[in-house]
Every structure is written in structure tokens, then in C-alpha cells.
């Protein structure tokens, strides 16, 4: 069973110069697509990846990366929605290109499921309140 | 049957008027008719809490010793410029104004993060403020520099002064251009990617009294948290724009000139408010009731979204040209609905003015008129 992961990796320093994301291909047959980078020499490096590929590879590839001392969070944790800070305008609804903000239509308040965010940042600008932050 | 002003302030003072938003009044028309309802009902609420970039404060913040004349001199809030060009200690400090050093736009797009409508939040919310002056002495006010912290709390006065709010009706803003623009519509995204609205549609003041016959000069208001008054008829005010059959104008028309005391306001409803790549302003908080005087009135008041059109202009050369011609009219219940069709495309819709809140607004000046504390007024003059 193939499945899709969104994970951000946060490498120690040691391990920002080495060859670690071209192994998850060459070992564990995955899929990747990098969604976001920031790897700077002598500092820790961050890496927000999509992954795909069976279960089974899954799992034993994030062990790798894991054992490495990389750690690893779900996605969503990086970006955040400050809602004593938004007004509930919708600034945010058409800009968002997977539909992750909603408008209750009997409130009118907007909503932001994280699970669908794929942190690119477009509500960011697009926010005049700067409800969106983001940590990466 | 006709009502007065007077006759509906002596029922809010003895606590009986009734008072409904401009929301609830749809419905109640639908379920009980025009005529029955411009007899039970006293008063309809209206809000918009939106962007408006024609906002500002006059500030007085009290005489030094030795005394400085910033009249002619400079004057900066936390780095970011005011105007003194004014008496000794009075200033105004406008919503879009940006600290000197601010990139703006040198790297594109900038961020805004910070400028006037930002201090007005802080200085509403209580927060100190830097002061900066210089002046060029005379012998009357002989001292030339001072370096100061301002708190709401002790200044001599403050007061929200906008040359122009609460536009009736906006354009919706779209994009033909093949590249992402930043306009104070908001971020749009090229070949009609987006498209922007900024009204409260049914909610909003001058919707509701499309020939200003009971909002005019002097009507008191919910602003900012705070009361305030119409003062003037705003910058850039023009009823005579296309109006549909009902009255209501299918394109930006009145505008309304707003004041009110500052220090009675709330942060909450005064926020600074950032547009990348267009720069600072001030999200404001209005809230306007219209006395139920007659049928007419009471008809204006139960206009809906699904009646309310606006025009659809690209902001990528239209608009910066000042040739808007209008590809399309589309209502606010579309609008809402989350999309719109133009050119066959259908286009995800976005609001800059939060109807939740406008909602919020309208039911606390409701709240207000129910238990007395506000009462209303005759306008000193009609609006042009």
C-alpha cells in the first residue's frame, strides 16, 4: 500500500554536509518532493519533504533518518494560525491553493485545517493582519 | 405610521425600542411584511469593519518645559513620521505612514510590518509610544529637541479623524496580467486567478441608507469601540454613480468623514493592518443605526446581498490606468458564495472586510441601544 507523508526534517549541524535524502531513493525505493529548504554550512539544517511510497519502505526509511538523529515532525506543526490575531475577513480563502481555510457559512469565521496546508507561504503575504506565521 | 427621532429616543431611554441588525430585519420583512415591521421596529444596526486607509489621529500631547514648537519642525512616533504642521504640540498621525528607513518597496514585494495604523492600534491599546520632535526655537518656545514616551492615557487629547470611511460599495479586484500583483486589494494572482471584494454587502451603513436620508451630518456612531460622529460627507463622496432599481449604487459612491474621541476607544476595533507590497493602514470598526421613520426607510434596511452588485475591475492595468471599464457585475451573495464566473472562468473569492466582525459590531450597538445607553440623533445636515 502506497502512502504520502509531509514531514520536516531538522538535521544537526554534523549531517548538513553529508548525502542523506539521496539514500531514501537508492535504499527504500521512495518518492520525494522537496516543498521547502534551508541548509546553511555549520548550522542546522531543515528540509520539508513530501514522501511517498509503500508502508513498509516508509517506515524503515524515516527509521534511517531517525537513527541518523535527524528529527522528525509532521508538517503542519511549522505553520500557525493566530487566531486572537485574525478578524475572520478571508483574505486567505482564494489565495490558498488547497482550499486549507474555510468560512462557516452561518458564522462567517474562518477555520484552517493544517492537514491541508503545504506551507507555501501565499496566505502569509496575503494576510493584513499577519495571522499566518511560520516557523521553519 | 410615520416616527420621529424623538419619539424612538424616548422608547430606548424608557427601554422598550425595539432594535434589530440589518441582518435580522431581512428575514423579519420576509416573515411579518414592510408594513408591519416599519411599525414595530425602532432601529436597524448596520457595521463594516474593513481597511481604510483615510484614517488618522490628532494628537496633543501637552507642553514641555522648556516649551518646543514642533510646528515646522519634524515630529516621529516610534520612527515613523507624523504631522506637525500644526500649533506647538499638536500633531496628526496619518494610518499609512512608514518609518523613513522602511525598504518599502525597494525590495519587492515589501512587507509594511509596521507604520501609522500599527501606532494607532498601540496607542489605543495603552502601549507607550517613543516621541521624537525637533523645532527650530523661538523665543517663545525656545527648546529644539525632545525625545519622550507618549501613553493614551496622558495626553491631552486624541482623536480618530477620517477624511473618508465606510465607501458604498467597492469594486471587486482581478488580475488579466500574467503575474502575481500586490495591491491594497490584497495579493492577486495573474490570468484571474482571485478575485477581492471589500464590503459588508447587506450589513453595511450605506447600503442601507443608499440616499443618505437618515445618516448625515452629526449622527452618532459606534467608532472604533468608542462613540463617534459623522463629520463631513468623506473624501471622494459622489451619489451620483448607476444605482440599480432599488436605489442602490452598483459602484464606489457616498463616503463618510468620521470623528470621535480616541481614549474611549478599543484596540479591538482599530487594527494596523499590513498589505505586502502596498503598504500600512488602519482596519476600522464602524457601527451605524437608522431610526425606522417610515416604510422607505424600513425598505432601504431589508436589502440583501443577492441585490447588492459591485463592479468587477482588473487592478493589473484598468485600474493603474484609470480606464476601469467593468467586465463584469456580480452580487455579494455570489460573492460569498466563494466563487465567481468571468470570462467562462470560475474564480475563488476573497473578502478584505470581515463580515464576522461587522456582524459583532452591529450587535453591540444594538446591545448599546437596548439598554439606553445610546441614543439617537438628527443629522445637523443631510449629506450631499
Known amino acids: 500500500m502506497v502512502r504520502k507523508k509531509r514531514v520536516v526534517l531538522t ?19 521512495l518518492v520525494f518532493n522537496i516543498l521547502k529548504a534551508r541548509v546553511t554550512p555549520q ?23 531517525k537513527d541518523l538523529g535527524i528529527r522528525i515532525e509532521p508538517l503542519a506543526q511549522d505553520i500557525r494560525w493566530v487566531e486572537e490575531k485574525c478578524t475572520h475577513c478571508g483574505a486567505c480563502l482564494a489565495i490558498c491553493p488547497t482550499q486549507a481555510f474555510t468560512i462557516d457559512p452561518t458564522t462567517r469565521k474562518v477555520s484552517f485545517d493544517k492537514k491541508k496546508c503545504i506551507v507555501c507561504e501565499l496566505c502569509i503575504k496575503a494576510c493584513p493582519y499577519r495571522a499566518m506565521e511560520i516557523r521553519f | 405610521m410615520a416616527k420621529t427621532i424623538k419619539e424612538i429616543n424616548e422608547r430606548i431611554k424608557k427601554g422598550k425600542a425595539v432594535v434589530v441588525t440589518a441582518e435580522e430585519i431581512i428575514d423579519l420583512v420576509k416573515e411579518k411584511g414592510i408594513k ?17 486607509c483615510s484614517s488618522g489621529v490628532f494628537i496633543n500631547f501637552g507642553h514641555t518645559k522648556p516649551k518646543i514648537k514642533v510646528g515646522g519642525g519634524k515630529i516621529y512616533l516610534n ?9 506647538a504640540v499638536d500633531i496628526y498621525l496619518g494610518a499609512s505612514a512608514l518609518p523613513d528607513d522602511d525598504p518599502r518597496n525597494k525590495v519587492y514585494p515589501g512587507e509594511f510590518g509596521y507604520g501609522g495604523g500599527h501606532i494607532i492600534e498601540e496607542l489605543v491599546a495603552g502601549k507607550d509610544i517613543r516621541l521624537k520632535a525637533s523645532g527650530y526655537g523661538t523665543d517663545c518656545y525656545p527648546k529644539k529637541e525632545l525625545k519622550t514616551k507618549i501613553n493614551i492615557r496622558d495626553l491631552d487629547k486624541a482623536i480618530l479623524y477620517n477624511p473618508r470611511s465606510a465607501y458604498q460599495n467597492y469594486n471587486v479586484a482581478v488580475n488579466l496580467s500574467d503575474r502575481v500583483i500586490y495591491t491594497y486589494m490584497g495579493v492577486l494572482q ?105 416604510e422607505k426607510i424600513l425598505r432601504f434596511t431589508a436589502i440583501e446581498d443577492s441585490q447588492i452588485y459591485a463592479p468587477v475591475i482588473d487592478y493589473s492595468k484598468a485600474y493603474p ?19 465567481i464566473k468571468i470570462k467562462g472562468k470560475e474564480i475563488p473569492t476573497s473578502s478584505l472586510s470581515s463580515y464576522a466582525k461587522a456582524r459583532e459590531i452591529a450587535n ?21
Open chain 2, 190 to 294: 495573474p490570468r484571474l486567478g482571485n478575485a477581492n471584494y471589500c464590503s459588508s454587502g447587506q450589513l453595511s451603513p450605506l447600503f442601507n441608507d443608499p440616499y443618505y436620508e437618515t445618516i448625515g451630518i452629526g449622527t452618532r456612531i459606534f467608532l472604533g469601540g468608542g462613540i463617534g460622529y459623522v463629520a463631513f460627507s468623506g473624501t471622494q463622496h459622489n451619489p451620483r454613480v448607476k444605482r440599480t432599481k432599488k436605489g442602490i449604487p452598483k459602484e464606489p459612491a457616498g463616503t463618510l468623514a468620521l470623528i470621535g474621541d480616541l481614549k474611549k476607544m478599543s484596540s479591538k476595533w482599530l487594527r494596523g493592518t499590513s498589505f505586502t507590497g502596498y503598504g500600512a493602514t488602519l482596519t476600522v470598526g464602524i457601527g451605524v443605526p437608522i431610526p425606522i421613520l417610515n
Open chain 2, 321 to 339: 490606468l484609470g480606464k476601469e471599464t467593468v467586465l463584469k457585475e456580480v452580487n455579494y451573495a455570489q460573492l460569498r458564495s466563494g466563487s
Open chain 2, 36 to 52: 408591519r415591521c416599519a411599525k414595530d421596529v425602532d432601529v436597524v444596526t448596520t457595521a463594516t469593519f474593513g481597511p481604510m
Open chain 1, 11 to 29: 538535521f544537526p549541524h554534523s549531517l548538513v554536509d553529508k548525502p542523506i535524502t539521496y539514500h531514501l531513493v537508492k535504499d527504500y525505493g
Open chain 2, 79 to 87: 520612527d515613523v513620521p507624523a504631522y506637525g504642521g500644526l500649533a
Open chain 1, 43 to 65: 548550522e542546522e539544517g531543515r528540509l520539508v519533504l513530501e514522501i511517498e511510497g509503500k508502508r513498509e519502505n516508509l517506515n524503515r526509511g524515516i527509521k534511517f533518518l
Open chain 2, 364 to 384: 453591540i450597538l444594538k446591545g448599546w441601544i437596548k439598554k439606553g445607553k445610546f441614543l439617537l440623533t438628527e443629522p445637523v445636515t443631510p449629506l450631499p
